[in-house]
């Protein structure tokens, strides 16, 4: 059975030309040596397909259990005129070789470049380098906003990978999850309450990096015995804004404001501006949990009140 690790198979003519071109918008009939001449792609097909179709067409490499994950996030990127201008899902994995990538801009029907952190299709413009990688979308800030939020809405996600994903590409921080508070995510709405509660004076927050064993404790005590303060917040990896290797492209359609932050980091600044006048920040060593009788001592980021 092949899987996501397997190496590189040889391809059909018929794959070969659905993973160069997945969006024509004219018929294709293939026929590999003597063998019976059959339709690979029919006209504007990639609107219709099935998500498991579609994605076993950009990457026949994958069982279809391996795809079966990638669909949860799967829908159709449409203008207001109801024009499908991309079918993409919020996920990829990581192998980046000819039947393994998952997500593509396409102009014209033609594959331009890959998606980053993403799976299917989305049309774009044409490429205008060799090398095949400046192509980028056409689609209005709107209707990526509007795929985002549909996301949002209809699939389980608890984790600011997935959120800071969401911020960039226009979702309101307002319920999305953006940092941990006694082992548990919470949203940007339930942090500023807790900012809100009488008596809270300042906030502490760990990056989870700097949450390291010491040489004192073996790794896997650590592992297995380390309880988090109740009172202390983590900060993930995930917290710059995500491009999807489009550089510039989604800065200039969907800019950051004060008002719209577009990273977790920006959306935890809001939560302060929204419910504390003044925030004053210093750099402290402070106890963050225990493992057994031993307290964990990190460097922290903490907020007063001012």
Known sequence: MLSSSSPAQEMTLAQTVGILAPALDIDVWCQDGVGQKTKTIEANDWEKLSPIKLLQRLAPAYPETDLLQYTESFYNVSENNGTIVGRIGIDSPSISSFGYELGVLAHKGISMSKLDNMCGILLSSNNVDLARSLAKPICSAEALTTWAQTVHENIKHSSPWMTSKLLSLGVSAEHLPIIMLASKYITAEEFKAYLRRDGTEEIVLVWSENLKCPASIS????????????????????????????????????????????????????????????????????????????????????????
């Open 219 to 306: 790794k896997a005590d650590f592992d297995s015995q380390f309880k988090l303060s109740d009172d202390a917040f983590v900060l993930g990896s995930f917290t710059e804004r995500q491009d999807f290797g489009w550089g510039e492209w989604v800065s200039s359609q969907l800019p950051e404001t004060p008002e719209s932050p577009r990273n977790i980091i920006s959306a935890i600044n809001q939560c302060f501006q929204q419910t504390w006048s003044n925030v004053k920040w210093t750099k402290e060593m402070r106890n963050v949990g225990k493992v057994v009788d031993e307290d964990i001592n990190v460097e922290c980021s903490v907020a007063r009140k001012a």
